[in-house]
């Protein structure tokens, strides 16, 4: 299995609402990724969890949660979010450890839409 | 400062032709150059990955070349076809932070009939 699934491919929500985004990979990988991309625009690095430890926090607002349960598995929990935040929220997966070939496989995204 | 580079920011070209996409870096210490296809509202997909010592990588239709002299590479895409509309991202990764990569802005590419 060589893919990096993500649900759900849309969300709509109100500023008050409490959501989450799920990923889930079972590639063996050991590094996963959020990232936001805003159209037409390169994506944004938020978090990176390598061996189900965050390890990198891009400044990202608190109401942005990170969540690795287990080596397969990543979270974003969102809460009061802002209209501004609608964007394409991608996941990616990688072996961690660093090498040269370290290759990032990216998730079909989410498409969050703020109202 | 790290940052990359992509020319030009968007192309159109018709169905059976060939073109080629470009992207500088001045990225440092250099570890890895990768080529990723982006369709509308999709999550990139690799298309080529090289490293300080490869110059030339096949997938296909797709030819990349790096130049780490100059610090270029080019994407070539044979015999386009109307699939081939998408963004092409060239993305540098560093060997001090090989989770931190650089993305260029891309290149917005339009095959029409």
């Known amino acids: 299995d060589t893919e990096v699934t993500q649900t759900p491919k849309h969300l709509v929500m109100g500023m008050t609402n409490k959501k989450s985004l799920k990923c889930e990979q079972h590639?063996?990988?050991?590094?996963m990724y959020w990232y936001k991309q805003k159209a037409k625009k390169p994506p944004e690095l938020m978090f990176v969890y390598s061996y189900e430890k965050l390890s990198i926090n891009e400044s990202v607002p608190s109401r942005f949660s990170p969540e690795c349960p287990n080596s397969s598995l990543l979270n974003l929990h969102l809460h009061a979010l802002q209209p501004e935040d609608s964007a394409l929220y991608l996941c990616a997966s990688s072996q961690a450890g660093g090498s040269s070939y370290n290759e990032q496989f990216f998730g079909p995204g989410t498409r969050l839409t703020v109202l | 400062k790290n940052q990359v580079e992509q020319s030009p920011q968007s192309l159109i070209i018709l169905e059976g032709k060939n073109c080629t996409l470009q992207?500088?870096?001045?990225?440092?210490?250099?570890?890895?150059l990768r080529w990723y296809k982006q369709d509308t509202g999709r999550g990139p997909v690799s298309l080529t990955i090289?490293?300080?010592?490869?110059n030339t990588k096949s997938n296909g239709r797709y030819t990349a070349t790096l130049d780490a002299d100059t610090k270029q590479s080019s994407l070539h895409i044979t015999a386009s076809q109307l699939s081939d509309s998408a963004s092409y991202i060239c993305v540098v990764s560093l060997k001090t932070s090989y989770d931190k990569v650089i993305f260029g802005p891309g290149t917005s590419l339009s095959v029409i009939p």
């Open positions: 590639m063996g990988h050991r590094a």
């Open positions: 090289m490293t300080f010592s490869e």
């Open positions: 992207c500088n870096y001045t990225v440092s210490p250099f570890s890895n």
